[in-house]
């Protein structure tokens, strides 16, 4: 059974930083893209970013060149650092992991970016 566990949310003020981690049990993690996704209230589950099995990655131009997502094989966990956060940045975070045909989710975990 796979399952996906997020941590490392919380509030922080604007400019501020935080490093959300999402730990995947189950024999697929190497082998599965994998991502982060946001919704805010009132809106719809957005990609913020993405990273392959074969390690390229992706990320929607709002979070550009201030996220980074990164993944260790080794531990089965990815990765998300959020630099220079914006109230806009304020949403549940959840993980994901793709493999083969199934799509996994984590139970999200939320970010509270402060002005």
């Known amino acids: 059974q796979v399952q996906l566990v997020e941590s490392g949310g919380g509030l922080v003020q604007a400019g501020e930083s935080l490093r959300l981690s999402c730990a995947v049990s189950?024999?697929?993690?190497?082998?599965?893209?994998v991502g982060w996704y946001r919704q805010a209230p009132g809106k719809q589950r957005e990609l913020a970013a993405a990273?392959?099995?074969?390690?390229?990655?992706n990320y929607r131009d709002s979070v550009k060149d201030r996220f980074t997502i990164s993944r260790d094989n080794a531990k089965n966990t990815m990765y998300l650092l959020m630099n220079s956060l914006k109230p806009e940045d304020t949403a549940v975070y959840y993980c994901?992991?793709?493999?083969?045909?199934?799509?996994?989710w984590g139970q999200g975990t939320q970010v509270t970016v402060s002005s």
């Open positions: 994901n992991a793709k493999w083969r045909f199934s799509n996994y």
């Open positions: 189950g024999r697929i993690f190497s082998a599965a893209d």
């Open positions: 990273i392959t099995s074969s390690n390229r990655t």
